[in-house]
Nanobody, 129 residues
Framework: QVQLVESGGGSVQAGGSLRLSCAASGYSYSTYCMGWFRQAPGKEREGLALINSGGGNLYYAGSVKGRFTISLDNAKNTLYLQMNSLKPEDTAMYYC??????????????????????WGKGTLVTISS
């Protein structure tokens, strides 16, 4: 059973940085796609970034492109999201998710992650102005 555990959330001032981590375990296939998503109170879940375990293209939502960077350490089975130039509107619960398939487009970003098989419980990010 795949398990995803996020960490690294917290409270920072606008303009600051945070790095989120997502420790993954239980994969039975070598090819998988992982991503970061977030949900603010009263809003729909938003896709932020996708990455494939075997490399290839990275996909970013326009709202975070240039500020957030997704990366994957396959040796540690850990997904990261480096977040810079944070804004109050980045305040949300952040989730990592995975699917045992290859992501060839930003399909899951536009769908808010619907269809991703596995989800962590989230880590809260709060940005103050």
């Amino acid at each position: 059973q795949v398990q995803l555990v996020e960490s690294g959330g917290g409270s920072v001032q606008a303009g600051g940085s945070l790095r989120l981590s997502c420790a993954a375990s239980g994969y039975s296939y070598s090819t998988y796609c992982m991503g970061w998503f977030r949900q603010a109170p009263g809003k729909e879940r938003e896709g932020l970034a996708l990455i494939n375990s075997g490399g290839g293209n990275l996909y970013y939502a326009g709202s975070v492109k240039g500020r957030f960077t997704i990366s994957l350490d396959n040796a540690k089975n850990t997904l990261y999201l480096q977040m810079n130039s944070l804004k109050p509107e980045d305040t949300a619960m952040y989730y990592c998710a995975a699917i045992q398939a290859y992501c060839s487009s930003d399909y899951f970003l536009g769908r808010g992650g619907i269809g991703m098989n596995y989800w962590g419980k989230g880590t809260l990010v709060t940005i103050s102005s």
